[in-house]
């Protein structure tokens, strides 16, 4: 047998064999493993929230801001028409993670025109929270609400709130 007749069969042979083991990839696999998550009250989770007025308060864990004749030691019983409210410090946002985060927008679902609901944070002058505020871990920022209300209808009103924090 010549040697090019050899060599030609001998990498035949290798061809065949490597086709039958295949390669070092896979296109498939499973593995199984578990995921742990721990819900915490506002005031532990990773972005705490912290309730440093009478206006802002804990509710089954919750964070609840209150602008009516709920908080103790507060005779009045709501805002006017036709006015504009400043609540200094109202809340806390904490960086309880490991890395720092950025307050990037506070989603607000107004359930009139004639409400709006602002947060703030104090920064020479006042600056919309949501302005990309960076919080280092351990950081932690007081939060302003401003309500301006136009001539609305007098009556409780619910506004959710969505704080949209990133890493």
């Known amino acids: 047998m010549s040697t090019s007749r050899r060599t030609f069969l001998a990498g035949c042979g290798v061809l065949a064999a490597s086709s039958l083991l295949g390669s070092a990839a896979f296109s498939r696999t499973s593995a199984d493993r578990s995921v742990t998550v721990d819900v915490a009250v506002d005031t532990d989770a990773y972005l705490g929230l912290e309730p440093t007025s009478p206006f802002a ?5 919750h964070l609840e801001l209150t602008f009516d004749d709920t908080p103790q030691d507060i005779a009045g019983e709501g805002v006017n028409v036709n006015s504009e409210y400043l609540f200094v410090d109202t809340f806390g946002l904490i960086n309880q ?29 006042w600056m919309p929270l949501g302005d990309a505020v960076p919080l280092d871990p351990g950081d932690s920022i007081n939060v302003t ?21 990133s890493a």
């Open 145 to 165: 609400v401003e309500v301006d209300v136009a001539d609305i209808g007098y009556g409780d009103y619910q506004v959710p709130i969505t704080i949209v924090a």
């Open 97 to 125: 993670g490991v890395k720092t985060i950025e307050i990037l927008s506070v989603e607000v679902d107004e359930p009139s025109p004639d409400l709006e609901v602002t947060f703030l944070v104090e920064n020479n002058p």
């Open 57 to 61: 308060t804990l509710v089954d864990g």
